[in-house]
């Protein structure tokens, strides 16, 4: 609501309201980028950005589209399906290939970006004859192929997008203040901050090291019991960052800094893991994927940590041992250097593929 007031120049009530100031020249803070927001109208500023080998705010750069359209072999007049939406930058692409003939189907959990995703699409000219967004799981893809068919090609990008992390109302990362929330869908199932307020000891130590290989798991998960004995809930982003560099206090001071920072990105994965049910989403997803590709379709999936990577190298090599799968990728695809320089976000990506029998 507020960036709408911003790009009328006013508020509710009819008065002209000032754009928030900002200390020194470059705004930090996510509602002071009210230009990287608004990209139809300042598309300099997010060129800058881009340029620059940041993200804009609000917006989310595709990773190894090159590298997915090479294998995919889209052609006019197949249908496909992006598993996750997302911001649409895949989508996007896949939708020019088919040069307005064929169809594809975008799922996504998220309702917030998706409708976002949506309305941006159809700005586009991707209207309904030839695009179907439905706000659905990508383990239901059984549901989407009743309705649509096999698939010619599916590609699912398991990243959190970076719509989703800058934003710190959706409580992705330590290095916002906002609610420890990490649901893909906000208006389902428990957040991240009553996760940690109802699991125990065993349980959590065990979800810090299956889901993120975290080494300190047992000093923090000490800590975060420790804090809910003494009645101290961790609601916010800031709060989970103060308990794992509390965890970390006996490390050498010269070393504190950095290995904060790498277990409060594994410690916020771990957490966003659990409460979405990543794994079990995955593994479900993979043991529909044969059932939904036609004869020689294809599939490729992005991931982002070597827990999903293993379940889908695991996966693929089944399916093709047992015959489902004529072909399968023994080998990671990686982007490009020149990719990564671009944008950081890229490095941890890995791309694996399979080909229908």
Same mark, same amino acid.
């Given at each position: 609501?507020?960036?709408?007031n911003?790009?009328?120049? #006013?508020?509710? /009530?009819?008065?002209?309201k000032?754009?928030?100031?900002?200390?020194?020249?470059h705004p930090?803070?996510?509602?002071e980028k009210?230009k990287?927001? #608004?990209?139809?109208?300042?598309?300099?500023t997010?060129s800058?950005?881009?340029?620059?080998?940041?993200?804009?705010a609000?917006?989310h750069?595709?990773?190894?589209?090159?590298?997915?359209l /090479?294998?995919? #072999?889209?052609?006019?007049?197949q249908?496909?399906l992006?598993?996750t939406?997302g911001?649409?930058?895949?989508t996007?692409?896949?939708?020019?290939c088919?040069q307005?003939?064929?169809?594809?189907y975008?799922?996504?959990v998220?309702?917030?970006?998706s409708a976002?995703?949506?309305?941006?699409?159809?700005?586009l000219?991707?209207?309904?004859?030839?695009?179907?967004v439905?706000? #659905?799981?990508?383990?239901?893809i059984?549901?989407a192929?009743?309705?649509a068919?096999?698939f010619?090609f599916?590609?699912?990008?398991?990243?959190?997008?970076?719509?989703?992390?800058?934003?710190?109302?959706r409580?992705?990362?330590?290095?916002?203040?906002?609610p420890?929330?990490l649901?893909?869908?906000?208006?389902?199932g428990k957040?991240?901050?009553?996760r940690l307020?109802e699991v125990?000891?065993?349980?959590?130590?065990?979800?810090?090291v299956?889901n993120s290989?975290?080494?300190?798991a047992?000093?923090?998960?000490?800590?975060?019991m420790?804090w809910?004995?003494?009645?101290k809930k961790?609601?916010?982003?800031?709060?989970?960052?103060e308990?794992?560099e509390?965890?970390?206090?006996?490390?050498?001071?010269?070393?504190?800094?950095?290995?904060?920072?790498?277990?409060c990105a594994?410690?916020?994965q771990?957490l966003?893991?659990?409460?979405?049910? /990543?794994f079990?989403v995955?593994?479900?997803?993979l043991?529909?994927l044969?059932?939904v590709?036609?004869p020689?379709?294809?599939?490729?999936?992005?991931?982002?940590?070597?827990?999903?990577?293993?379940?889908?190298k695991?996966?693929f090599?089944?399916?093709?041992?047992?015959?489902?799968?004529q072909d399968?990728? +023994?080998e990671?695809?990686?982007?490009?250097?020149?990719?990564?320089?671009?944008?950081? +976000?890229a490095?941890?990506?890995?791309? +694996?593929?399979a080909?229908?029998a």
């Open positions: 609501m507020e960036q709408n911003f790009s009328q120049g #006013q508020n509710p /009530e009819g008065k002209h000032r754009r928030p100031r900002y200390s020194g020249t930090k803070k996510y509602s009210y990287e927001l #608004q990209p139809e109208k300042y598309a300099d997010v800058k950005v881009i340029q620059k080998g940041g993200t804009p609000g917006m750069i595709s990773i190894c589209v090159n590298e997915i /090479e294998f995919l #072999q889209i052609k006019p007049g249908i496909g992006d598993a939406l911001y649409g930058g895949h996007r692409k896949m939708l020019e088919l307005g003939q064929g169809h594809i975008g799922l996504d998220d309702p917030i970006e976002k995703t949506t309305e941006r699409l159809r700005g000219g991707f209207g309904e004859d030839i695009l179907t439905r706000l #659905q799981n990508f383990a239901d059984d549901l192929a009743a309705d068919g096999k010619d599916i590609l699912a990008d398991l990243g959190v997008s970076s719509m989703q992390i800058d934003n710190p109302e409580g992705f990362t330590y290095k916002s203040e906002g420890l929330d649901r893909m869908n906000p208006l389902k957040s991240a901050a009553e307020q125990d000891r065993e349980e959590l130590e065990g979800m810090l299956e290989d975290e080494p300190y047992a000093e923090i998960t000490k800590v975060i420790n809910r004995r003494r009645g961790i609601e916010t982003t800031t709060q989970l960052k308990a794992v509390e965890a970390l206090r006996f490390l050498p001071e010269a070393e504190q800094k950095e290995a904060v920072k790498k277990s594994r410690t916020f771990a966003r893991i659990d409460v979405n049910n /990543e079990e995955l593994y479900t997803f043991e529909k044969p059932t590709l036609k020689g379709g294809r599939v490729a999936i992005l991931t982002f940590h070597s827990g999903e990577d293993r379940l889908v695991k996966s090599k089944h399916f093709f041992d047992i015959g489902e799968y399968y990728a +023994r990671i695809i990686r982007p490009s250097a020149e990719e990564c320089a671009r944008n950081s +976000r490095k941890s990506t890995k791309m +694996r593929w080909i229908k």
